[in-house]
Nanobody, 121 residues
Framework: QVQLVESGGGLVQAGGSLDLSCAAS????????MGWYRQAPGQQRELVAQ???????EYRDSVKGRFTISRDNVMNIAYLHMNNLKPEDTALYYC???????????????WGQGTQVTVSS
């Protein structure tokens, strides 16, 4: 079993910064893509950023230049550094990882429980 635990959310004023982290634990052989999604009330969940094991990064347009995704392949941790936050960034942020568990041939996608980010104007 693999578990993801996020941390780092909170309340910040517009223009401020926050750092999110997500640590994976369990019977992990290898972690492929790591990503961050968010879901605001009444909205669909949307991809914010993702990073492959080879460090290829992808961002949604609205966060380009403000958010940076990174990862630690040894500790199996994903990070999201968020700068110049805007009220429209307010959402529940979820971490996701594509993981090959020990003793398994294929990979599965796991999700964290979510961490709230609230940006006040």
């Amino acid at each position: 079993q693999v578990q993801l635990v996020e941390s780092g959310g909170g309340l910040v004023q517009a223009g401020g910064s926050l750092d999110l982290s997500c640590a994976a634990s369990g019977m992990i052989l290898r972690v492929y893509t790591m990503g961050w999604y968010r879901q605001a009330p009444g909205q669909q969940r949307e991809l914010v950023a993702q990073i492959t094991r080879g460090l290829v990064r992808e961002y949604r347009d609205s966060v380009k230049g403000r958010f940076t995704i990174s990862r630690d392949n040894v500790m199996n941790i994903a990070y999201l550094h968020m700068n110049n936050l805007k009220p429209e960034d307010t959402a529940l942020y979820y971490c996701t990882m594509v993981v090959q568990a020990t003793g398994r041939e294929g990979s599965e996608t796991y999700w964290g429980q979510g961490t709230q980010v609230t940006v006040s104007s």
